[in-house]
């Protein structure tokens, strides 16, 4: 039995490797062409030092305190030239994928489906065999080459990979080259590709309450993590606030009540900022934070919206005088033409 070990540099770029329990995770590494800066082997050195973000695994008992202090290892640090995975585990390494020997994949895919879900939003899904071998961790994004032209823009999955195909919720940006070539051109069948998969901001081991602040098409990266959570389960409660402009820009509310019934512990509630919107709920996200999401602090958060949602968010943690466990968050800005 072989375990999925996400290696994840500090340029963003993920990489995904097979270990089986008994090799540790730098010669599995190493095997399939990655070189995670090693010295020793040997428990000695520390130099493979590297964070484990999730999984189980074993470190032995033969590495010594000067390698990785006890400390360490109770936060998560791991030396992988020690370190034997009993799960599927994610791992940080401190260095550059170029550093590791190591790039961006890339990916040819066909246009599966292009759906207008409102005036403001469309939803992209893309499919191809290549895609049957993706792997990414749920919130994660890849750069989506624009047909046509040499540009590429980064989009969140808001779907896990099934069947080779993925899905993308993107903003209809007036101009936009992405969002003219979807709108006017685009047809099934059409090719695209890819480079990813990227990015840090991805659902870590549920080990306490999250709260999940999206903003805008900042509900893609969550829509892949309930998806993942649908599948694992999660004892936790997740609750998801969802924050839009206008009525117009809230997609996907099925979507959320499907994930609501599948998840027990799942819940969310959605708000629209225009004053003038008809819909129940009005305001912005921080509106609708309550004590309880933020558990005392005992919480993981993470938010995905536009700058100023990011800012006006971590102030409002702040002023709350609530320090949460970790607060992961990803800004993002629609590209015009
Ligand atoms: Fe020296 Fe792992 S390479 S401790």
């Known amino acids: 039995m072989t375990h999925h070990i996400a290696l994840t540099f500090e340029d963003g770029v993920t990489r995904f490797i097979d270990a089986s329990p008994d090799e540790t995770v730098a010669d599995a590494a190493y095997r399939q062409g990655i070189n995670i800066p090693l010295d020793c082997r040997d428990g000695a050195c520390g130099t493979c030092k590297c964070f484990a973000e999730a999984g189980r695994y074993d470190l032995g008992q033969d590495y010594i305190d000067?390698?990785?202090?006890?400390?360490?290892?109770?936060?998560?640090?791991?030396?992988?030239?020690?370190?034997?995975?009993?799960?599927?585990?994610?791992?940080?390494v401190p260095a550059s994928s170029a550093l590791?020997?190591?790039?961006?994949?890339?990916?040819?895919?066909?246009?599966?489906?292009?759906?207008?879900?409102?005036?403001?939003t469309i939803s992209l899904s893309i499919k191809g065999e290549s895609l049957g071998r993706l792997a990414f961790l749920p919130g994660q994004y890849v750069n989506l080459r624009v047909p046509g032209s040499e540009q590429s823009r980064a989009y969140s999955f808001s779907s896990l990979q099934k069947d080779g195909e993925v899905s993308f919720l993107i903003r209809n940006v007036p101009g936009g080259l992405m969002s003219s070539f979807l709108t006017g051109l685009a047809k099934a069948g059409d090719?695209?590709?890819?480079?990813?998969?990227?990015?840090?901001?991805?659902?870590?081991?549920?080990?306490?309450?999250?709260?999940?602040?999206?903003?805008?098409?900042?509900?893609?990266?969550?829509t892949a993590m309930l998806e993942k959570v649908a599948e694992q389960g999660s004892e936790h409660p997740l609750h998801l606030i969802y924050g839009v402009t206008n009525d117009f820009d809230l997609v996907e509310l099925d979507r959320l009540e499907a994930f609501a019934a599948r998840i027990p512990t799942f819940s969310f509630s959605a708000c629209v900022a225009n004053p003038e919107s008809g819909y129940p709920h009005k305001g912005y996200v921080t509106q609708?934070?309550?004590p309880r999401h933020l558990n005392g602090g005992d919480v993981d958060i993470?938010?995905?919206?536009?700058?100023?949602?990011?800012?006006?968010?971590?102030?409002?943690i702040r002023e709350q005088g609530v320090q949460p466990a970790n607060f992961y968050y990803e800004k993002f800005a629609a590209s015009a033409a």
């Open 66 to 92: 000067d390698a990785l202090s006890a400390e360490e290892a109770e936060q998560g640090y791991v030396l992988t030239c020690q370190m034997r995975a009993a799960s599927d585990c994610v791992v940080r």
């Open 100 to 120: 590791c020997k190591t790039q961006q994949a890339s990916f040819d895919a066909a246009i599966s489906a292009v759906r207008q879900l409102s005036d403001s």
């Open 191 to 222: 090719s695209m590709s890819m480079v990813g998969p990227l990015g840090s901001f991805y659902l870590r081991d549920i080990r306490r309450p999250l709260l999940l602040l999206a903003g805008g098409t900042g509900l893609a990266p969550f």
């Open 288 to 290: 609708h934070i309550e």
């Open 302 to 316: 993470y938010l995905c919206g536009p700058p100023p949602m990011v800012e006006a968010v971590s102030r409002f």
